[in-house]
């Protein structure tokens, strides 16, 4: 029987995609400017008719496609039927940036390969594990039930490739190991895995809470949306705007690009430095907050673009940190690829490793698949 199976990524005006033929990558590429004038795809369909026409798809025998929120509703990948599609269209409202394009290229996909077996892989899933004290949020439960408040989490399938990598890298039982994982992207999110399972993570009911990012604000005192509204008179979408796409990075120098505010604060730019402070502040906080929770950890791993390319912010991120165990290699901290760069005999192993998100949707893909089978 093949192994071959194709992952789908469909973003508001992208698809990526991966073939995969066991662990081999057959293809892989993205179809960008979907609905946009001046010669892009039309819409979702178009662009995977575009994806599946570039690909040998013989023997063919699934799809998987990431899917960004599963709410309460899935904790685990699952084959996608029409009773499954509509519980994805219920949780739009929780995801109104990123479910609709997820549905759109099911759709797609569904409608062009109608006898290939589907697979849905939510962001979501991994952190299903979150004890009930670190999912719930302290407002009144009967409005939190009704209208589905509570830390969902997200960045799943990152977490979870990342912190069983770590596990093969040191050679350690995955169910033994305590691991804080640092997704560092434009998007960024900090999770504590307990023996495999997600205990902690930063991210909240939506992709908005916790760490700063490229555009989002992360972590911010809720006064600050009346006040907008109160004082500013603000719209509420215009209030989301800014916090979801104008205020991170972005807001605090007027780039999102991490390897642009490193060059401007090493030529002195005082905003760069100021935002650069914040940034890794914050990722310090929550690793000792981490800390503390796990009460032990085994090892911390950076991951994502940032977090695999930014030397500077990960020795400024775990800087002061000796006592708790954790402390960088300086001379290791520059290099590529999977590796430790703490020193040898560290209480602590502090690790650099590559997400590979698509990888672990089609891992899971495959689980479905085999089960079904």
Not at 160 to 185: K, M, Q
Not at 263 to 290: H, Q
């Amino acid at each position: 029987m093949t192994d071959r199976v194709l992952v789908l990524n469909s973003g508001s005006s992208s698809v990526k995609y991966r073939l995969y033929d066991g662990e081999e990558i057959r293809a892989k590429g993205t179809v960008e400017r979907i609905g946009e004038p001046g010669g892009g795809p039309a819409d979702h369909a178009a662009a995977v008719r575009e994806v599946l026409d570039r690909l040998d798809l013989a023997g063919l025998r699934g799809v998987g496609h990431r899917v960004v929120h599963g709410g309460r509703t899935f904790t685990e990948p699952v084959l996608i039927d029409d009773r499954v599609f509509a519980a994805i269209e219920e949780l739009v409202p929780l995801a109104p940036l990123h479910n609709p394009a997820n549905l759109a290229g099911i759709v797609a996909a569904r409608e062009a390969l109608p006898q290939v077996p589907q697979v849905a892989v939510f962001d979501t899933a991994f952190h299903h594990t979150l004890p009930e004290a670190a999912a719930t949020y302290a407002v009144d439960r009967d409005v939190a039930h009704r209208y589905g408040i509570r830390r969902y989490g997200f960045h799943g399938t990152s977490h979870a490739y990342v912190s069983r990598r770590t596990a093969e890298l040191l050679d350690r039982p995955y169910a033994e190991l305590n691991v804080i994982t640092l997704h560092l992207g434009n998007g960024a999110s900090a999770c504590a895995v307990a023996g495999g399972r997600s205990v902690a993570t930063s991210m909240g009911m939506s992709p908005l809470e916790g760490l700063v990012m490229g555009t989002r604000s992360g972590d911010l005192d809720p006064t600050v949306v009346f006040h907008l509204r109160r004082e500013a008179g603000m719209r509420v979408d215009e209030i989301d705007d800014l916090l979801n796409h104008r205020s991170g990075l972005l807001g605090l120098t007027g780039v999102n690009d991490m390897r642009e505010v490193l060059d401007r604060r090493a030529g002195g730019d005082v905003a760069a430095a100021l935002a650069f402070d914040v940034y890794c502040r914050r990722i310090k906080g929550y690793l000792g907050a981490y800390y503390a929770l796990l009460g032990r950890v085994d090892a911390v791993t950076f991951t994502a673009g940032v977090g695999e390319h930014a030397a500077p912010v990960r020795a400024a991120s775990l800087a002061g940190l000796e006592r708790l165990g954790i402390s960088v290699d300086p001379a290791r901290n520059y290099g590529d690829g999977d590796r430790v760069i703490s020193p040898d005999g560290a209480e602590v192993t502090v690790c650099v490793i590559g997400t590979d998100e698509e990888r672990e949707i089609a891992r899971q893909t495959r689980a479905v698949l085999a089960a079904r089978d």
